[in-house]
């Protein structure tokens, strides 16, 4: 079997697991259990609250003590029995904790993955920036294709999504174990005591610009978190408009969203292109601003007439998405040395999904049912999308005007070394 298809297979998995349950969480989170927008806020935070630390931990154990693909192998299997147990709660500050212990094991596995890849590849003396896209696509078509597999079984309410994320876990868990070795380095004993626990990776918020990165890279993570947390339950609650219950977007909502991860599987391609043509900072603006197209279009949408903006809001998705994090992953590898490759990979997944995920749930869950949700529950759908959209543009022009780049095309280069 070929290196580019052992690594696609995982990166299949790595995603699948994810999108069995990420966007249709919402559906059985309000329609089967019935339980708060807050509390649901708070789950979508443990994402965030384990990605704070452990991507960051385990990079530090995968760059010295246990290689990459053993530790994302053993990570998978025990996210694997964790998922099953999950549709056994019906408390929801007990799903909190369980789901916790879920994002502890799976966050740290995404970092894990594109370190797997990374060394490969540079072992295999091939072009990262060339071959590592079309690979990463299978990420998100392994995302599509358990969103579809969800949608079309009618499990979109139901706890079955959790079983079907468990089983991918188990495969990915035990087929991790067959991927090519990653290095461990150990480092000299005359090493200060900072340098033996792997925290070099935090001197690079020495460098301004590497400081401004990874702050932007916090609230750029927030704002995934709104669109993951909120996009599906949106359509469903239309089911109580009799104009809207029967229209393909109320009953398939996770069909309709997954127009976004098509939409990634084309952008992806072009980021070869736009980073070396555009550079770094204008790559990461431009997602920037896509974001706020993401929800201002969501916020004028509707399953009837207003269906095509939401669909044209699903395609922004792709570069809203991967224009920041591949790109900034990539740019990460440019900036670390490879003896903190994976705790570098690791902090910048602690400030988007970490960080940025705690940030963007909870303020949010709080907000919309402070100022977004009627007294007999129904939620303000267009201004919740207009104030997240305000939010994106702030942070998109605080951007441009703070973080100082100055674009060379020979920078992408740095890349393949």
């Given amino acids: 079997m070929s290196l580019k298809l052992r690594l696609t297979i995982m990166n299949f998995l790595q ?22 927008g807050t509390e649901f806020g708070a789950i979508f935070s443990t994402m965030g609250i384990a990605s704070i630390f452990m991507p960051a931990l385990t990079g530090i154990i995968a760059d010295r003590y246990i290689s990459a693909e053993k530790l994302m192998g053993m990570f998978h299997i025990i996210g694997a029995g964790v998922l099953c147990y999950l549709p056994q709660v019906n408390d929801p500050s007990t799903f909190f904790v369980v789901m916790l212990i879920n994002m502890i094991f799976y966050m740290p596995t995404i970092s894990l993955s594109i370190t797997v890849a990374y060394s490969a590849l540079q072992k295999a003396n091939l072009d990262i920036v060339k071959v590592y896209p079309p690979i990463r696509v299978w ?3 392994g995302f599509i294709v358990a969103m579809w597999m969800v949608s079309l079984l009618k499990i979109e309410t139901s706890p079955a999504q959790f079983y079907v994320a468990a089983a991918a876990s188990l495969g990915l868990g035990l087929y991790a174990f067959t991927l090519p070795k990653c290095d461990i380095n150990k480092g000299e004993n005359n090493k200060t005591w900072i340098e033996a626990l792997g925290l070099d990776a935090f001197k690079l918020f020495k ?9 932007f890279s916090m609230l750029l993570g927030a704002a995934l978190q709104l669109t993951n947390a909120y996009g599906d339950i ?21 069909i309709i969203m997954s127009i976004s991860q098509v939409s990634e599987t084309l952008f992806i391609l072009a980021i070869p292109f736009f980073l070396k043509r555009f550079g770094i900072k204008n790559v ?15 916020g004028i949408g509707d399953p009837g007439s207003g269906l095509v903006w939401i669909i044209i809001s699903c395609i922004v998705y792709g570069m809203a998405f991967d224009f920041f994090n591949i790109s900034g992953s990539l740019y990460v590898e440019s900036q670390t040395d490879e003896k903190i490759r994976a705790s570098g990979q690791g902090l910048f997944m602690m400030m988007t999904n970490g960080f940025g995920a705690v940030l963007g749930s909870a303020v949010s869950g709080v907000m919309i049912d402070q100022f977004f949700t009627s007294a007999d529950g129904v939620r303000d759908w267009p201004n919740i999308w207009f104030a997240f959209a305000a939010y994106s543009l702030v942070v998109a022009l605080l951007f441009a005007v703070s973080f100082k780049h100055k674009h060379d095309p020979q920078e992408v280069e740095n890349f393949k070394h």
């Fill in 139 to 141: 990420s998100t078509i």
């Fill in 234 to 254: 949106f359509l469903h609650e239309f089911d109580s408009n009799p104009l809207f219950a029967d229209s393909i977007a109320v009953q398939y909502p996770a």
């Fill in 207 to 215: 460098q301004s610009k590497m400081a401004l990165f990874f702050i």
């Fill in 15 to 36: 995603f699948f697991i994810w999108g069995a349950w990420l966007i249709t969480i919402g559906g059985y989170w309000f329609k089967t259990k019935q339980w708060s």
């Fill in 284 to 298: 990461m603006l431009m997602s920037m601003f896509a974001w706020v197209l993401r929800f201002g279009l969501f």
